[in-house]
């Protein structure tokens, strides 16, 4: 790609990416109204507990444990694009059925816990063969452009929504926000039928053309993932932030309405903050990384922003609200640089034919506590307080990037671009050199074959 094009657009100008954009764009603002629509009309329409909604919540995320495994092994075996396109006419007709059964006064809770529990599963294989599918359509090179748009638009998606779907289910029903999500499903499926781009030739698992077992290549994954010394610890860092920023999305309203005391409009307002905040992380990535290193990057999302989430339980009423505004911006900018830079690593760093089981393993951590710390934090505000269980929840998040500050890391300017099986490139050799002269006896690089991350 030439300097100019890159300057005017970017990958956009490739058709193919552009295609992929779209349909992952509208369908992350239909997925944005489905966050707020369910709940909305569990609460509205069918008078659903305070428990039940929780386990509407909780239900999206399940899958995640148990799918997330053999996910990222079936896309490793299955071409991406495929799946994907299942993945989403199945979603569109599980929420297509949803007005459908409240048209004919026939809805339940039941019916809508299934709906989340199968979406949630389609949802695993499809953010997996996405992650695989991305890495066909653009060259090495251009992943972190790719990932910055998409996060991009992702937050972009999430900012306005979430706002819409409040305002469609106001003007003309909650039912409404489900039947959109079911058409933008559709959207991307057509997206993705149009794309020409060849996928690369499936492989038959981690031993080149021998075939494996299903669950041998599960096992191959994992060891990948948790036997690496850049991926493990970014497993550890990411699910930790997420585990709290679960916890936190089940405080912040009751936080919000309750304790600081605004109103329901100025409440949906806030909560559309981390789209903001999201959406100028993504700007400032690319040119981030570039002036200071990947790893430095890194470090600067993660042990410098994610602090400034501790300024939200200090918000008050009228200007004390700032505090909220503030924290919630730096530390959700944070969380989308940290993601962009994550996805990127993992697409480079994954050797061939293994990124579906090394994203798959790490989701399984990184996704799969969505339902504990949801659970936590609510248990927490039920105990404490909304206030007192935020700056518990809160602090999780300041300290969770801690498992990067070591030696593997700190020392490095750039992640690597692939596992070195043994051997070292310039940055390690350095850092082993520096070991070897502050420490008595031989140093030990923490470097190796086989350990992953996740984002």
């Known amino acids: 790609m030439t300097g100019g094009r890159r300057r005017f657009g970017g990958l956009l100008r490739q058709r193919d990416f552009r295609l992929f954009w779209i349909g992952e764009t509208v369908n992350q603002v239909g997925s944005a109204m489905a966050l707020i629509g369910v709940p909305l009309l569990a609460v509205l329409y069918l008078h659903a507990t305070t428990f039940e ?27 991406p694009r495929p799946l994907m396109i299942a993945c989403d006419v199945a979603s569109a007709a599980l929420y297509a059925g949803v007005p459908v059964a409240y048209a004919f006064g026939v809805l339940s809770i039941g019916q809508l816990l299934v709906v989340q529990l199968l979406a949630g599963a389609a949802a695993v294989v499809f953010s997996t063969a996405y992650q695989v599918n991305l890495a066909s359509l653009v060259t090495a090179d251009e992943l972190a452009e790719g990932n910055a748009k998409l996060q991009a638009s992702s937050s972009a998606a999430t900012l306005g929504g979430r706002g819409l779907a409040g305002v469609v ?76 920023l679960d916890g936190l999305a089940a405080l912040v309203v009751v936080f919000l309405v309750r304790v600081v005391g605004v109103s329901a409009g100025v409440t949906g307002l806030l909560a559309a903050l981390p789209g903001l905040g999201g959406l100028l992380g993504a700007f400032v990535a690319r040119p981030v990384v570039s002036r200071v290193g990947s790893v430095r990057g890194l470090l600067l999302a993660t042990v410098g922003a994610l602090p400034f989430a501790l300024l939200i339980p200090l918000a008050g009423h009228g200007a004390g609200l700032a505090l909220y505004v503030v924290g919630t911006l730096i530390a959700a900018g944070g969380v989308t640089m940290g993601s962009i830079i994550l996805a990127t690593f993992r697409q480079a760093y994954s050797p061939p034919g293994m990124l579906g089981r090394v994203t798959g393993t790490m989701r399984l951590v990184t996704l799969g506590v969505g339902p504990f710390g949801a659970l936590f934090g609510g248990a927490l505000g039920t105990w404490l307080g909304a206030r007192d269980a935020l700056w518990i929840v809160l602090g999780v998040l300041a300290v969770a990037g801690t498992p990067l500050l070591s030696r593997t890391f700190v020392r490095r300017r750039d992640l690597p671009g692939a596992p070195t099986d043994g051997r070292l490139d310039a940055q390690d050799q350095s850092a082993r050199q520096g070991d070897e002269t502050d420490e008595r006896g031989p140093a030990k690089s923490g470097m190796g074959r086989g350990s992953s991350t996740g984002a």
Do not use: H
């Open 53 to 79: 909604v929780g386990a509407l919540a909780a239900a999206g995320y399940l899958p995640w444990l148990f799918v997330g495994l053999p996910a990222g092994a079936w896309v490793d075996r299955l071409r």
């Open 169 to 244: 289910a106001q003007g003309v029903g909650a039912t409404a926000s489900l039947a959109f999500n079911a058409v933008s499903f559709l959207v991307s499926a057509v997206c993705l039928m149009v794309i020409e781009s060849p996928e690369s030739r499936p492989t038959e698992g981690s031993r080149g053309r021998r075939r494996t077992t299903l669950w041998r290549d599960v096992a191959d994954g994992m060891a990948f993932v948790f036997g690496d010394p850049y991926l493990r610890p970014l497993t550890i860092f990411v699910g930790l932030a997420n585990f709290a």
